[in-house]
Structures are given as C-alpha cells and as structure tokens.
C-alpha cells in the first residue's frame, strides 16, 4: 500500500529537483498539463493492444516500468497541484463526495453502461 503521509516530503524533492536545474522558469500551466498528458500517454502504451492474457505476462515482466510511468504521473499531478495551491487531499475527497452522489451505488453497483443524458436523467443503456 502506498503511504501517501509521504507526498509531502516527495513534492519537496520534486520541487528542489527542479530548482537545482533551473527547470521551474518552464513550468507554466499549459506545459505542465502536456507534460501530465504525455507521461499518461507513456503509460497507456502499456495496455494497448494486448489481451487479458498478454496483459498478465506483461504485467509480470513489466510491472517496474509500469510504476515507473505511474510515478511519472504522480509527480506531474504533484507540480500541478502545488503549482496551482491545490490541495490534492480536499480536491479528491470533494471529488468523490460529488461522485458519491452522482453515481449512487443503489443504481450503478456492478453496471458500468449507465449514464446520464445532456438533461442530468439517468439512463441504462
């Protein structure tokens, strides 16, 4: 499990990284969105064409690289975060309360096809 009391220390040495290597004068809103969309990118590399089966061996032999391209992610959602003085810890808690309500688990539990329409209606498809 991931000790997330360690994101603090990590945005430090993300944020020191940069300034030891004058990188912060590049890090502007849109730049920084393309890099987090970039790495993501790297990530789905991983998964695209592969089938259930391939996708286990892959895993098996691959699983470093893949926590090396979800740390790419984490450390671009990181800068964002503190680029823009967002706190990750309330901005997903309000985000799943607001989930919470919007998907409630009486309707979607173990359907994933459900939607509401461009009125705010739900629908099963």
Do not use: C
């Not at 998964?47 to 790419?72: C, T, V, Y």
Request: proline share 3%.
């Amino acid at each position: 499990m991931t000790d997330y009391s360690q994101l603090g220390p990590l945005l430090e040495r993300i944020k020191a990284f940069n300034h030891e290597r004058g990188w912060s004068q590049f890090h502007n809103p849109k730049d920084l969105a393309i890099s987090l969309s970039l790495e993501a990118g790297e990530l789905l590399e991983h998964f695209q064409w592969k089938s259930p089966e391939e996708m286990q061996r892959h895993l098996a032999d691959n699983g470093h690289k893949i926590g090396d391209e979800l740390a790419d992610v984490l450390y671009w959602v990181l800068l964002m975060s503190d680029h823009f003085n967002i706190d990750l810890v309330k901005a997903l808690d309000h985000k799943m309360t607001k989930n919470e309500a919007k998907y409630p688990a009486e309707k979607f539990a173990g359907r994933h096809n459900n939607k509401y329409d461009t009125d705010g209606k739900y629908t099963v498809t």
